[in-house]
């Protein structure tokens, strides 16, 4: 008997999945135990090959949930953060329906699935996750972000290329240069939506959606669901399935969250003290601000711990350089602010310093969700002065918790300083300079 694939837009594929994927869930649900296997996900072999060389057990809770759903072709709308394992979430299953329908194509390849991401740091993550999930399939992927020449990812595209991830601007540029046709995109990731629609890319990706063709499956990816981001799923989605992941449920539940109070101009002492003492080796420091992470990362290094800076100011080879120096540990502290830390995904990152508190209690949680990652423990903690006290009570209240409380000798705070304003740089979400700059934001992000 002869197999002859059937194409995704005939209308017995999607029957055809469905029943697939019900009786492979059925088997999942009458198992004696709620331990669910890669291998019932419905992944072909060369995938599941690829996620044993990745050495993962079992899928995390947010890829059992949305890997049948992609599979069945279905639009998603998922609320995750990072650190749940999203990003092979909906990786797997977009590159088994690429797979699928692969003989299909003839000609140079089109892109057929695009990944919209809001950061440099985001992007080369994804494309590595991609590179590393395809190892054992004939697809092509490729990352594509500003900062660097635009001429050398113009000559890859020439090549063809199947999956391709991309910042907005730069895609833009791209498509404006005719580098890349996006008229065969059969599916849409967009990738942390709220942090893009934060940054200022609406603009952009409307224009890029302009761009798709109208039938293709859209799968977006949201930490929070503001109403601008319903409202863009809203025109985006076709019928899709919800899925929700509590950080409560994800790989990232390792994590000792401590608060210490101490006075603002006490703060940096007390952090070297903190690294020195307990020899940290490899500690990832938030900043509110691109110049208090500069001037944080020279104080350090003044004290003779080795640190670097990383955020939008910074030229790509300098972040590029840092992260690199980071992991390979000849560097001990990464100063970083919210924005350039998405997308940073370093393996067991012991601790997390909140050296300042976000403006935005959410971004806490995106921040201790850089420690304790996939299955591996680690320490968050908050170094909170008296401006603060406001920021750690919203964080509190999302958490729905106290943070418990740690105090070394000598450093509690002077109880007769008062509270100040706190001064917002560009990067606060939420801040007064929300909306403003929007389109300096978005460029200066290419
Ligand atoms: P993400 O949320 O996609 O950024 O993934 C966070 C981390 O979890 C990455 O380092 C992944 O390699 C890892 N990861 C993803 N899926 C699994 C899994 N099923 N088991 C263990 N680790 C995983």
Known sequence: MQLVPIPRGDPSYNILRKLHLTLLLKTGESGASNYMSFDSLGLNADILRAITEQKYSAPTPIQEKAIPEVLAGRDLMASAQTGTGKTAGFTLPLLQLLSENQSLIKGRRPVRALILTPTRELAAQIGDNVKNYSEFLKLRSMVVFGGVSINPQMMKLRGGVDILVATPGRLLDLEHQNAVDLAKIEILVLDEADRMLDMGFIHDIRRILAKLPAKRQNLLFSATFSNDIKLLAKKLLNNPAYIEVSPGNTTAKHITQRVHFVDKSRKRQLLSYMIGSQNWQQVLVFNRTKHGANHLAEQLNKDGI????????????????ALADFKDGKIRVLVATDIAARGLD??????????????????????????????????AISLVCVDEHKLLRDIERLLKNEIPRIAIDGYQPDPTIKAEPIQNGRQGRGSSNRGKNKNQTSRSRR
């Open 306 to 321: 080795t640190a670097a800076a990383i955020h939008g100011n910074k030229s790509q080879g300098a972040r590029t350089r």
């Open 346 to 379: 370093i393996d067991q990152l012991p601790h997390v310093v909140n050296y300042e508190l976000p403006n935005v209690p959410e971004d806490y949680v995106h921040r201790i969700g850089r420690t304790g990652r996939a299955e591996c423990s680690g320490e």
